[in-house]
């Protein structure tokens, strides 16, 4: 419920039937309030935007010390090292680390940052869903002045502080050493088009095509969740293809991987047959048969500064009024994979 009127302890007492002392004592989180009752107060606070008053003041007074982290996936190499920087910085600043896993689903990430919200967390970092259209469900945030970093995974054209690498440098950088290494038709494998990490992978990708005067094809870009089982999928479906492509570069470290078994027991040499690159720098690329070339991603390094950013607005040391883009710098990493050159 969204309103401009000040809200007092009084309607929130008329709206729950109690006395509005009860409602000052349950909002002060008075042992004497019976717990259930103390948490349908606080809900029903929020709701009506209670913390937009007092509520907000004795909030930013009295700290939670703990900070919301909605991530897509935890069962994903760079999400683990990103968190793992998070959880370094919050620690050593007092804090503690409340974390939820959307599953790639928009109603989740919903769900959790009402949740997040519920729980009074005193920040709160988000990696986007794959299908996250917009960001509606973070207005309450906005609207109290509770700090919110977008890492990795963001909306471009909203203006909300965020933490990226840049993944059209990266994506032209893998795809011109895959040119230069003789490449001249290129399977692209992506994740879900509507995220900005494989939109910018997928230009820079484009890019390189177009400055090597390598027509773009639509065909040759295969849009998936990058999952074991699309993976298995798409493998398959190059390996049917009537002019079999001699590149792979796949958004995704453990996805380029299962490709690569795929084509090793269809009787491919790799790289001779066909050069194949990832993404990440995740452990699979550095046991593969052979080592995977891909791009380091700083995974921990992204998530402390995140955290580090965080920390300063819930201290006041930043703006919150202000809004800026980290970006941080990734690297191509060459391994056996990929070096046609070298056979």
């Known amino acids: 419920m969204k309103t401009d009127k000040i809200i007092t302890i009084y ?155 840049n993944n059209l440098k990266a994506g032209y950088d893998m795809t011109s050493h895959l040119i230069g290494q003789g490449c001249k038709s290129i399977v692209h494998l992506t994740g879900n088009l509507m995220r900005n990490v494989y939109q910018d992978r997928k230009a820079g990708y484009q890019k390189a095509l177009a400055e090597h005067e390598i027509p773009y094809e639509e065909k040759l870009v295969l849009e998936t969740d990058l999952t074991e089982e699309s993976s298995i999928k798409a493998a398959k479906q190059i390996l049917n293809m009537k002019i079999r492509p001699d590149a792979l570069f796949v958004a995704n470290d453990l996805s380029a991987v299962i490709c690569m078994k795929v084509f090793k027991d269809a009787g491919l040499q790799i790289p001779q047959d066909i050069a194949v690159a990832g993404f990440n720098n995740d452990i699979s690329s550095r046991i593969s048969e052979p080592m995977l070339t891909t791009i380091n991603y700083p995974g921990e390094e992204m998530g402390k500064i995140a955290a580090r950013h965080l920390i300063s607005q819930i201290n006041g040391d930043s703006d919150l009024t202000l809004t800026n883009t980290i970006i941080l710098k990734s690297q191509l990493v060459i391994r056996a994979s990929s070096l046609k050159n070298n056979i």
């Open 11 to 165: 309607d929130i007492a008329e709206k729950l039937k109690l006395a509005p002392s009860t409602i000052s004592r349950g909002l002060q989180d008075n042992p004497a309030i019976n717990p259930k009752t103390r948490k349908k107060i606080f809900d029903t606070a929020n709701e009506m935007g209670y913390r937009f008053n007092t509520f907000a003041r004795n909030l930013r007074n009295q700290k939670t010390n703990m900070i919301g982290v909605i991530v897509p996936r935890l069962n994903s190499y760079f999400i683990s090292a990103m968190l793992a920087g998070i959880e370094k910085e919050l620690n050593s600043a007092g804090y503690n680390m409340l974390i939820s896993q959307s599953l790639e689903l928009e109603e989740n990430e919903v769900k959790y940052a009402k949740a997040m919200m519920h729980n009074r967390v005193d920040g709160l970092i988000v990696a986007l869903a794959a299908n996250t259209s917009n960001l509606d469900h973070f207005d309450e945030y906005i609207r109290h002045q509770i700090p919110l970093l977008f890492v990795d995974r963001v909306i471009e054209n909203e203006d909300f502080n965020k933490v990226v690498i």
